[in-house]
């Protein structure tokens, strides 16, 4: 490391020596990307391209300042106000460079090329962006780089200085203003999800009452089918039992599975152990029966001594 930084301030001080002999000798050394003013007792003389130039110092030649011919960036921040009275910061990146054929102008025009630069950016900018709203500054950033790039090609390429590219490259509304509109999206965002969750819901509700209707629907084809069983099989029995026993009736046999099923409905109501049901007779014939027995057990209840 230490024989390294000797050999970097070696070479250094090697080359130092050097300029500092072609000075003396009247040579100088023009880097790549790099122009020269050459001026002769004060007074403009040449423009020196890259490489090595003789430089009679004795005769009042001398190089009055060297000119980058590199394209250089300048970031530009503008405050202005839109169409809706909001403030916001425009963030512009100009690329520029200056023309080798008029170095002359680029060198002796501008005392400070940044300013100037700057000058006719935000001249531009408070122009194009009044005239539109806020969302609309967002959508036609591109149309203010390309208003910007127009305006400073014209007036820079006087001074010997051409725009490479424009851009915009940031819009910067107030924090309160931007906490604004995210809370705006979200409230939109939140209204297209509450519809959304209603269709779901008003869609489940229709599907349910589908299924419902559907399965009281196969409940009740079902229970037609199941009594047409129940006739079916009653015709049967009575037309078998009429023709197997001579003399009796359709009533008869009715009145006689009536009873059949009355037992054993009795039976499997006293095959349970806590079974707590109790058969009354109902109907507008059994009620003055009803009363009747309730009359006659208080009478009885009275009479007993």
Sequence with gaps: MALRLRYLCGTFLMRKSCTKMGQVFGCIQVDQSTVAIKESFGKFDDVLDPGCHFLPWCLGSRVAGYLSLRVQQLDIRCETKTKDNVFVTVVAS???????????????????????IQSYVFDVIRASVPKLNLDDVFEQKNDIAKSVEDELEKAMST???????????????????????NEINAAARMRV???????????????????????????????ARQRQAIVDGLRDSVLAFSGNVPGTTAKDVLDMILVTQYFDTMKEIGAHSKSSAVFIPHGPGAVNDIASQVRDGFLQAKTTP
């Design 193 to 223: 999800a509450a519809n959304e969750k209603a269709e779901a819901e008003k869609i489940l509700q229709i599907k349910r009452a589908e299924g419902d209707a559907e399965s009281k629907y196969l409940a009740g084809l079902g229970m």
């Design 159 to 181: 001074y010997g200085y051409k725009i490479v590219q424009t851009l915009i490259v940031d819009i910067e509304p107030d924090v309160h203003v931007k906490r604004a509109m």
């Design 94 to 116: 100009i690329q520029y460079k200056a023309m080798s054929d008029k170095a002359v102008d680029a060198f002796y025009k501008l005392s400070n090329k940044k300013e100037q």
